[in-house]
Each structure stands twice: as C-alpha cells, then as structure tokens.
C-alpha cells in the first residue's frame, strides 16, 4: 500500500458538520420514514417536477473534481456514469452490491489482480450523441494527475506509473507543463491502455483486488476532453438520464431536465423519475423545510442536506404535508491509542480504557439523536461489519476495567493525556467520557486543541505528547479497505515530522502483512472474512476505540414517493429511487 496523496472522499473531518443532524437508523440500513412514504402513483409530463433543495455550495460538478460524498451520490443517479456502481436500491443489501455500469461488468482481474479489464457498453453515448469510448475513460483518469484537480487520489496511489522522491506523479495530467509530450502520453497510455475504442485495461503497480469497487468513484468517470476549454468545473457534460438545460449558476442552481441521448438500453442501473429537477443551493435547513411544509410547490420538495436537531419537531408537527426519513451516516468518531506511549504501551492497559468508555454518556453529550453507540470502525454499510467483540454495554463496566488493571498489577492511577477537538458538544462529550475512566483507575487530563484540529494532531511531535487522539473517519465506498489501511498502515502514514491518519503511532508487520492479503484478494465474501479478523485483532489489541456513528434525518413533501436513505453514499437520500406523485 501507498501513500494517498491527496484528499479522500471521506476523510477525517471532512463531513464533520454533518453529525449535529437528527435521525435514527433503520434495520435494513434504506432508512424509515417517521410518514408513511407512498411508493406508487408516479405521475409523468411538466407536472411531476421535483425540486430539491440544499445550502451548497456544489464545490463542481466535473467529475474529477468531486470530492463531495452527497454530489457523489447525486450526480452518479442523474448524469453522471462510472465503470462500475452501487445499484438504486431501497435495501442496504443491494445498495452495497457492485455492479457494471458504463462497464458490461465489474471488470475481469489478472490472477494477481494487478491488471483490469473493462468493456464498455454498445450505445453508451455522451449528450451530443457521440460514442464513449476507451479514450474518454483514459482523458478522465488522466485529469486526476493535474496538480490543479483535486481528485480522490486513488489513480495516483495505484496506477503503474513511476512517483517521484516526495510521493507526487512523474505524469502531471495533460493539462499541466509537460502533460502532453511524447513521454507524458506514454506514461498515462502505458497505464490506461485502450486495446480498441471499448476495452479499457488498467494496469497497477500493486494488487488490489478491490479496483473494482475503487473504479466506481467520480474520479474514474470519462471526460471527453473537447468539452476542456469550457467551464469544466460546472459543466456537467451528461452521460446519464438527465442533463443541464441552461447550465449551473454556483450558489443559485440549475435544472436537469431528461437527456434524448440517452439510451435505456445502454444502461441497467437507472429508471429516469421526474421529467425534471429544480435544483435549488443557497437554502438553509430553515427555509428548507418551511417550504416543504408551508411552501407553493412544498410537497414535491426534497431536502438533501440533513435535517438539523431542532427542524425535527416542525416536520413531526406537520403531520401528513410532509415526511422524513432516518440513516447511518458515514462518519464514525473514535479514540486513537497510542501503542508507543509509556502509559498505553500495554495492551492491557488500552482494553481497560475501552472497557471503561462510556460510549452511551458520549453519545448523548453529543446529540442522541444525531448519533448511536457503536463497538467498530466498520459501520453497517459495509460487508465487513461485525458484532462487539466484547460485551461491556454501550455504558462500558468500569468495575470490570479497574479489576483488570489490578489483575495485571498496573501501578494506578495510571495518568494520560487525551487531546480532542474543542467547541461544540465536544467538551461535554469528552467529560462524560472521563468519568468513567476515572472511576476505573486513569488519571485523565483533557487537552482540546485548536480549529485546525487535524493538521495539529497530523503532525508527530502532538501525537506523541499524547497517550489518546480523538478522530473521526468515513469509508470512500462499502469497503474495509477504505477504513483500517489510511487509518492503521504505518507505511503510508508515519514519518519523521508526520503521522498521517495513524494518530496512535501503531506499526505491526503482521497487521500490514493481513492488509495487503485482504486488499489483493479478489473473492468478496474470502476479503469482507480478513477485514473482519483484522478489525476484531485491532480492536482486542485496544489499537483504538469506537465511540459513535453519525445518524442523519431528510425531510421532504408528501407527494415525494419513495424516500429513503443511501448509507453507501453517506447516508443521503437515495435519489435513484425518487419520484413524485399526483
């Protein structure tokens, strides 16, 4: 595994705001709504617009340049095609289930799963009718390079083309100096190879037996490179159902309106709803929902931002105008443990600060309703997900804890310092935390550090004055792999002056050794099997500590049919699925 150099999708903090929404979860992981939600009745023609809603801004829409987990999910079920999808589905088992997408199938792997074959479906067309091709896929994949494009990064970590000393490329992407010479297109064609105009073949410089899934990301999506001189960044150039009909206005919107270039039969995984989407940004939650209750056009109003704590009462006491619907979100906030601290290197000592944690008591200093309790890093969403290994209740036991530390005749009270993120409901969180680790024999001092939270705890020198981080993560896509490897692989992580994502400084040959198993095996249910053993060791060992999964709440009119939510997508509202009734 390899450095990813640039943002994920999902990184630490980078959904953060979305915890301080309301919701609970639904057993099937699609979301229940608190009105009953009709799921037949569509109508068609100009009358069964849908208007969605949202603060934005839309950071772009060029597929490249997404980085937003809700644009993500928004333009992949209107415009936008990828090689490979997650299915519109209104359950978690067939939102998590991969499938081919602009690609006949979800790619052919070499033995070792260091080359992919894709072939792209007859009739697969751009929205001025011409072709997708090989060297569409290859020009989108190439963009990602461009220093300018801040991309999820995956094509730099993978693809089989020389880094330099520092971890950046030696292939700039085309629109950089140098992109487009001999040796520069030689570089990206070696490692994008189109054997003809619909055989796409990737070849890695590791086995990832996941590329599959990797390819699903917006970074993957083709671009055709003619559309480059215009405003490519709000320019959307459609390969779906539905195109913009007079452009994006950042801030204002647009309207997507069904595209004819599109062909049903060229695509399995899309069932246009609404002839049309007013899409509106620049709306508060506020508002948002006041047009959705009292609003002209309020019942074919959907929200797709999440519904804050306090909104929730006006959608209940709206009764049958309007309706919302409950998911798990994708940020999971946890405890890093340093291994290397003097206090913590026992690993007795981490499993009675885990034994200790009141998950419950944070939880609540944190919302309730915004969140649950949870025992892993791997939420629901993912194949990977697994029970507690250790039943201690959401409260934890400190009796039990201080029991252990005696056992091990372990000197206490055995002092730590725990630094977190200040402000908010982040401090009370944290005390609610420290009771319980008091009572169980810790000395704890609490250190909330400043706004720039994850750079400061980023650097070496913070993580090793304190024996505990607090941190928050999210999976790129329903993979393991998008969770344990950036946050436990020292090898992609540690330095001299940086710890990356790897807050509790934890390096184990053996751990590596498994992730790179599981990462390069092809076989879902044998690779889901090896990140489950790999996140229970973690977890036995005391490496880190679960504390709680965000859980987020929508709300939208009553003539809006089928709302549910999309845990793959971060839990937004599964707009694949979406339409209007009369």
Known sequence: MRRIARGLIAGSGALAL?????????????????????????VTGPEDRLTVLSTGPVQAWDPQRITQRQVAGFASRTWMRTLTAYPPATALSGQRTLAGDLATSTGTASKDASTWTFTLRKGAAWQDGSPITCKDVRYGVARSFDPGISSSGYALTFLDIPKKKDGSSTYPGPLAK??????????????????DERTVVFHLDQPVGYFDQVVSLPEFAPFKASQEGKDATYEAFSSGPYRLSDGWTPSTGGTWVRNPRWKPASDPLRTPGPTSILHKEGVTAKDAVETIVDGEDGGRTLALDPLPTVLGPVVDEAGDRAQSVQVDGQLVDYLAVSTRSKAMKSARVRRALAQATDREAYNQARGADSGTPTWSLLGAALP??????????????????????????????????????????????????????DEAGF????????????????????AQDHDVVWANWGPDFPSASTVLPPLFDDRINLSKTSVGRDYGLFADKKVTAAMDKAAGTRDRRSSAAQWTAIDTGLLEDGVYIPLRQSRLSYAAGSQVTSLIGNPVYGGSPEIGVVGVSE
């Open 384 to 437: 990977a997900a697994h029970q507690d290994v250790a039943d201690h209740g959401p409260s934890g036991d400190p009796t039990y804890a201080r029991a252990q530390l005696v056992k091990g005749k372990v000197k206490t009270p055995v002092k730590i310092t725990v630094a977190y993120r200040g402000g908010g409901t982040m401090d009370d969180a944290m005390k609610a935390l420290k009771t319980g680790w």
């Open 443 to 462: 000395d704890v001092t609490l250190k909330a550090l400043g706004e720039d939270y994850f750079t400061e705890v980023g650097t070496r020198k913070v």
């Open 178 to 195: 140098g992109g487009t010479t001999k040796s520069a297109r030689q570089l990206i064609n070696k490692a994008v190879e189109c054997r």
């Open 18 to 42: 979305v915890a301080s929404a309301s919701a609970c979860t639904a057993d099937d992981g699609g979301g229940s709504g608190s009105a009953a939600t009709p799921s037949t009745g569509k």
